[in-house]
C-alpha cells in the first residue's frame, strides 16, 4: 500500500473503534475524575506515553494530576483515583501499582481492551476500549502494527475527555494555556 492508503487505513480503524466506545462509560469516567482529589496515572509503553500526555492536560485544567513513578509523584490515598491503562489487562507493571493503589485505599478506573483481564476485575470503574492488543487478538482485524490502533484510540479518548472536562469545568485554551509549561 502507499503511504497515503495506510494514512487512510489508518484513519478508518480509528474511527471504527472509536464509534465502539461506550458514552455511558465514557461520561461516567468523565464524573469520577471531577470527583477524585487527585488523579494519578499508569500505563507501560506507548500506552503509558498517552497516560503521561493525559496527565498534562489534567493538571492544565486544574486538577492535580500525577504520572506513576515521577521523583515529584505523591503517595496515593483515599478520594484518589488512579487511571490504569493497559490494552492486556495483564502488564505486570500496572497490575502492580494497581494493586498497590488499591491498598492504600485509592479507586482504580481502568482503560482496557480485556475487560475480565486481571486488570480488569480490580476496577471501580472499567471503560472498554475495544480494539487489538500486543499481547490478544493482535491478527484479528487490524491491518496495522502491533495494537498502534488502540494505542491511537487511547490518546483520541483521553483527549476528547480532556476536552469535555474542559467545557463542563468552564475551561478555555486560554486559561489552560496559563498552567502551560513556561520553562522549556
Do not use: Y
Request: one cysteine or more.
Amino acid at each position: 500500500m502507499t503511504l497515503e492508503e495506510w494514512l487512510a487505513c489508518d484513519l478508518d480503524e480509528l474511527c471504527h473503534l472509536a464509534r465502539r466506545i461506550d458514552p455511558r462509560q465514557a461520561a461516567s469516567f468523565c464524573d469520577l475524575l471531577l470527583d477524585s482529589h487527585r488523579v494519578f496515572v499508569t500505563g507501560k509503553g506507548r500506552t503509558g506515553l498517552a497516560m503521561e500526555m493525559f496527565a498534562m492536560r489534567l493538571m492544565q485544567l486544574g486538577l492535580e494530576a500525577f504520572v506513576v513513578g515521577e521523583a515529584t509523584t505523591p503517595a496515593i490515598g483515599p478520594g484518589d483515583t488512579l487511571v490504569a491503562a493497559s490494552g492486556s489487562g495483564e502488564t505486570a507493571g500496572v497490575l502492580a501499582v494497581a494493586t498497590r493503589a488499591r491498598q492504600a485505599g485509592a479507586r482504580i478506573a481502568v482503560v482496557t481492551a480485556q475487560p475480565a483481564s486481571s486488570l480488569g476485575r480490580m476496577a471501580d470503574h472499567l471503560l472498554f476500549l475495544p480494539g487489538e492488543t500486543t499481547k490478544v487478538n493482535l491478527e484479528q482485524s487490524s491491518r496495522l502494527p502491533l495494537g498502534s490502533v488502540l494505542e491511537q484510540a487511547l490518546l483520541v479518548l483521553v483527549d476528547s475527555v480532556s476536552a469535555h472536562l474542559a467545557e463542563r469545568m468552564g475551561r478555555t485554551n486560554a486559561s489552560m494555556m496559563a498552567r502551560h509549561a513556561n520553562l522549556e
